[in-house]
């Protein structure tokens, strides 16, 4: 059954336009706008299920541009993996925005925060179904700018500001170096498409890797790409903006950092798996994921902070779903592939309960330290209760969730050493080693509703039900899939879950016909296998390591003060490095307009003259330069004047020889044959004579004096900037491509008819040049209407804070 293309504009454009009305529900509804953004989630939660539970499955698409090689559509794809992303982005965002019904009570800043959530639920919905590179990046970086809002949040506070930054420097750097891997596969592809069609790349992803191959690009392709979810999902080394991230309310937190924002990086190692898959696809991601589980996990350990162990743990399990995905070869594929599609629904259910458990004991205990906390389960049972089952789920405790998903990395691991061999055997030692940690830090945050309670913690009150309900509805969701697993061991399945993830398999899979998902099913094991084995070895290591936690978590301490083992000190430095460059600040950031009209020029020649030099340009042969006398006079007279310039005694002088230069200009395209050149020239020239005559009177009259040096410095400057034009000139006149641009228009123009009706079908206009300007150029037309726009709102700026009296 084909998606309908009303229901998936709905649920992704309704977030966008709730989001556009908050400030005016805010007024009409005040702190009740929680509710109202929580039914807006529950619609699009809604037509995700009708997708879901009807079997639309399929490509919608909304062309605006149809022109052969130049096709701009927005596309999006409803599939298992795009339906599971957008389960979680709206499912979770129900419970995320009614629980922040009660946990914003007294926070500042509420129709911000709603209204920016909802865009980040929107834009998360559209990575999640964008069926094109160029719509999978726009909504990939409004998660970046809308994650920056919210966890910026706190806007007086420099730690917020500090994390806020960190962020998006990562976050959107890592998306533009995505954005070039996507111009690797489109280049060699021939389309921005990625599934739905006959031509997507998807769909020719053998031929794509060849060509790739060919080119010498499909290692930077891969790597770029990899970088982009690293950044996202928050693998080692660019872990490090995460932890940070916690300054944000825990509701966000909640959001985006367990169960949305960080799964966008795995789900683009997942949906670009049957694309991309190789020898060095699993090479790369099996080795980034497994160092980014047990880095993370044994970090996790030396966590002060509850929300800082939980960010942690985050980027360890990630890593776990990446290294899944990352495995193709070695007859372990459908385990990879099971276990990073079965993994984000686990994670995303027991670590986005546990983040709301935080929430509720920061918010009624008044601390988050682990060492203050303890015997919570008296005051908070249900949040207590909640924890048991979502804390086990993360320890890969048998029967809770994650330890069926956790049972696959350990069956993928073993069986593609088994099938290579040599150093592959490292990979489930490293899986078990890192799991081992996972357990300890799962048991410890469990440990804080057990145990004596300290004096100093005193009453706590309970939360309203709006914060309580949430938490336990995610609980709900974890434990019937580890109930699933009991059930299955008896033969009896939960026949729609298994069936769902079986789908999500699917899409991920090399194999697209999705074979590798057909028999999935998860239950107890019931007799003594491999992975059984590293299973019960990882808990009896974690139970006998347990008691020595402490001494662990402060051997971990010592180890993260050490100023080059840690990432964070390598960011700062850098960062406070560029921040206090005095020469930056003294050569560059000088305050005059000239310095970068300076840089800038000279940066633009040396780039260009870089791209000739590369591409082995060659000049033109010079068959004569003999010119007309009218011709060789007038440029001779603009030689003199551009030289009086730099004579002139004064700005008038200098102006009016300028002018001289102008219009001698001018007459040179009159001689050209080019009148429509020429009066533009002269109308330009004028103009700027007029306006330097009417500012004359504010200058001083005279120049001052120059240094020799900086004559020197300009002059050189002029030099390289004046060979860069003139070479240019050369280049592009002598130019002759076999296909213009102007004969395709010409050959498809309205006028003369046998030309044919291309221009006016697509365009609506019969002259071309109209045509061209109005509708193929609309973009660049819409670009200077903006920034002339811009230009007009900052005079209106600055004459309404001069009649205010201000300075600024």
């Given at each position: 059954m084909q998606p309908n293309q009303w229901v998936m504009a709905v649920i992704v454009g309704l977030p966008f336009l709730a989001a556009a009305l908050t400030p005016l529900v805010y007024r009409l509804l005040g702190e009740r706008t929680a509710y109202a953004s929580a039914a807006v989630a529950a619609v699009s939660f809604g037509l995700v299920g009708w997708f879901a539970t009807t079997g639309a499955r399929g490509l919608v698409s909304w062309t605006w541009i149809d022109a052969p090689g130049f096709e701009v559509a927005l596309s999006f794809y409803v599939d298992g993996l795009s339906l599971l992303i957008g389960f979680l982005a709206s499912g979770i965002g129900v419970l995320i925005l009614t629980y922040s019904g009660g946990y914003m009570h007294e926070e500042p800043g509420k129709m911000k925060f709603y209204a920016t959530l909802l865009a980040f639920m929107g834009s998360m919905l559209g990575v999640a179904f964008a069926a094109d590179l160029v719509v999978l990046f726009v909504f990939w970086e409004l998660t970046s700018i809308s994650s920056f809002i919210l966890i910026g949040h706190y806007t007086g506070e420099s730690s917020s500001r500090y994390a806020a930054r960190k962020s998006m420097l990562i976050t959107v750097a890592g998306g533009l170096f995505m954005l070039l891997g996507f111009l690797f596969l489109a280049g060699e592809g021939g389309t921005f498409q990625l599934l739905g069609t006959d031509r997507a790349l998807l769909a020719q992803a053998e031929s794509l890797r060849e060509g790739l191959r060919a080119d010498g690009l499909f290692v930077p392709a891969l790597v770029l790409i990899g970088i982009g979810a690293a950044a996202k999902s928050a693998q080692v080394p660019l872990h490090i903006w995460l932890p940070n991230a916690m300054e944000a309310p825990t509701p966000v937190s909640a959001f985006l950092h367990s169960a949305?924002?960080?799964?966008?990086?795995?789900?683009?190692?997942?949906?670009?798996?049957?694309?991309?898959?190789?020898?060095?696809?699993?090479?790369?991601?099996?080795?980034?994921?497994?160092?980014?589980?047990?880095?993370?996990?044994?970090?996790?350990?030396?966590?002060?902070?509850?929300?800082?162990?939980?960010?942690?743990?985050?980027?360890?399990?990630?890593?776990?779903?990446?290294?899944?995905?990352?495995?193709?070869?070695?007859?372990?594929?459908?385990?990879?592939?099971?276990?990073?599609?079965?993994?984000?629904?686990?994670?995303?259910?027991?670590?986005?309960?546990?983040?709301?458990?935080?929430?509720?004991?920061?918010?009624?205990?008044?601390?988050?330290?682990?060492?203050?906390?303890?015997?919570?389960?008296?005051?908070?049972?249900?949040?207590?209760?909640?924890?048991?089952?979502?804390?086990?789920?993360?320890?890969?405790?048998?029967?809770?969730?994650?330890?069926?998903?956790?049972?696959?990395?350990?069956?993928?691991?073993?069986?593609?050493?088994?099938?290579?061999?040599?150093?592959?055997?490292?990979?489930?030692?490293?899986?078990?080693?890192?799991?081992?940690?996972?357990?300890?830090?799962?048991?410890?945050?469990?440990?804080?509703?057990?145990?004596?309670?300290?004096?100093?913690?005193?009453?706590?009150?309970?939360?309203?039900?709006?914060?309580?309900?949430?938490?336990?509805?995610?609980?709900?969701?974890?434990?019937?899939?580890?109930?699933?697993?009991?059930?299955?061991?008896?033969?009896?399945?939960?026949?729609?879950?298994?069936?769902?993830?079986?789908?999500?398999?699917?899409?991920?899979?090399?194999?697209?016909?999705?074979?590798?998902?057909?028999?999935?099913?998860?239950?107890?094991?019931?007799?003594?296998?491999?992975?059984?084995?590293?299973?019960?070895?990882?808990?009896?290591?974690?139970?006998?390591?347990?008691?020595?936690?402490?001494?662990?978590?402060?051997?971990?301490?010592?180890?993260?003060?050490?100023?080059?083992?840690?990432?964070?000190?390598?960011?700062?430095?850098?960062?406070?490095?560029?921040?206090?460059?005095?020469?930056?600040?003294?050569?560059?950031?000088?305050?005059?307009?000239?310095?970068?009209?300076?840089?800038?020029?000279?940066?633009?020649?040396?780039?260009?003259?870089?791209?000739?030099?590369?591409?082995?340009?060659?000049?033109?042969?010079?068959?004569?330069?003999?010119?007309?006398?009218?011709?060789?006079?007038?440029?001779?007279?603009?030689?003199?004047?551009?030289?009086?310039?730099?004579?002139?005694?004064?700005?008038?002088?200098?102006?009016?020889?300028?002018?001289?230069?102008g219009f001698m200009v001018a007459i040179f395209y009159i001689l050209g044959d080019a009148p429509d050149l020429a009066l533009t020239q002269l109308l330009i020239e004028t103009l700027v004579l007029v306006l330097f005559l009417l500012v004359l009177d504010k200058l001083p009259p005279f120049y001052g004096e120059a240094r020799r040096w900086v004559l020197a410095r300009d002059a050189a400057a002029s030099a390289v900037v004046g060979i860069t034009v003139f070479l240019t000139v050369l280049v592009t006149t002598a130019a002759s491509p076999a296909s213009r641009i102007s004969n395709f228009f010409l050959e498809r123009g309205g006028v003369p008819a046998e030309h044919g009706t291309w221009i006016l079908e697509y365009g609506g206009g019969a002259n071309i040049v109209n045509v061209i300007l109005v509708d193929f150029r609309a973009f660049d037309t819409l670009g200077e209407i903006s920034v002339i726009a811009m230009a007009a709102l900052s005079v209106i700026t600055l004459v309404a804070m001069r009649e205010r009296g201000d300075r600024q």
């Open positions: 949305t924002m960080v799964k966008a990086g795995v789900y683009l190692v997942g949906r670009f798996r049957p694309l991309l898959a190789s020898e060095e696809w699993q090479l790369l991601f099996v080795a980034m994921g497994l160092v980014t589980m047990t880095v993370a996990a044994i970090l996790a350990v030396g966590a002060s902070d509850i929300k800082e162990l939980l960010a942690y743990s985050t980027a360890s399990h990630l890593g776990l779903i990446i290294a899944g995905f990352g495995v193709v070869g070695g007859g372990a594929s459908a385990y990879g592939a099971e276990t990073g599609s079965f993994h984000v629904l686990n994670h995303a259910a027991f670590k986005a309960a546990l983040f709301l458990v935080a929430g509720i004991i920061a918010h009624e205990a008044g601390s988050r330290l682990i060492d203050d906390l303890g015997g919570l389960w008296r005051d908070l049972p249900i949040a207590a209760g909640v924890t048991v089952i979502a804390a086990l789920g993360m320890a890969g405790v048998p029967p809770f969730n994650g330890f069926y998903s956790k049972e696959f990395l350990f069956e993928a691991t073993y069986e593609l050493a088994h099938a290579s061999g040599g150093l592959w055997w490292i990979l489930p030692a490293v899986a078990v080693f890192g799991s081992v940690f996972t357990f300890l830090y799962s048991i410890r945050f469990l440990m804080l509703f057990f145990g004596e309670k300290p004096d100093a913690l005193g009453h706590i009150h309970t939360p309203p039900w709006s914060m309580r309900l949430p938490a336990v509805a995610l609980a709900v969701v974890a434990g019937l899939i580890g109930l699933g697993g009991i059930t299955a061991t008896a033969g009896v399945h939960i026949g729609p879950l298994e069936e769902f993830v079986r789908q999500v398999v699917g899409a991920t899979a090399i194999d697209q016909s999705g074979e590798h998902g057909a028999h999935f099913s998860y239950y107890l094991p019931t007799e003594p296998t491999v992975p059984v084995l590293m299973s019960a070895t990882t808990i009896g290591l974690g139970v006998v390591a347990y008691p020595f936690y402490d001494q662990l978590r402060d051997v971990v301490r010592r180890l993260r003060s050490v100023s080059l083992l840690s990432a964070n000190w390598y960011y700062d430095s850098v960062v406070e490095g560029l921040d206090r460059s005095r020469a930056v600040e003294s050569t560059i950031q000088t305050g005059l307009l000239r310095t970068y009209a300076l840089v800038l020029l000279l940066a633009v020649s040396v780039m260009t003259l870089l791209a000739y030099a590369t591409a082995a340009v060659g000049l033109p042969a010079f068959g004569s330069v003999a010119s007309p006398i009218p011709m060789v006079i007038v440029l001779g007279v603009a030689v003199v004047a551009a030289f009086a310039v730099t004579r002139a005694p004064s700005h008038i002088a200098g102006v009016l020889t300028l002018s001289i230069l």
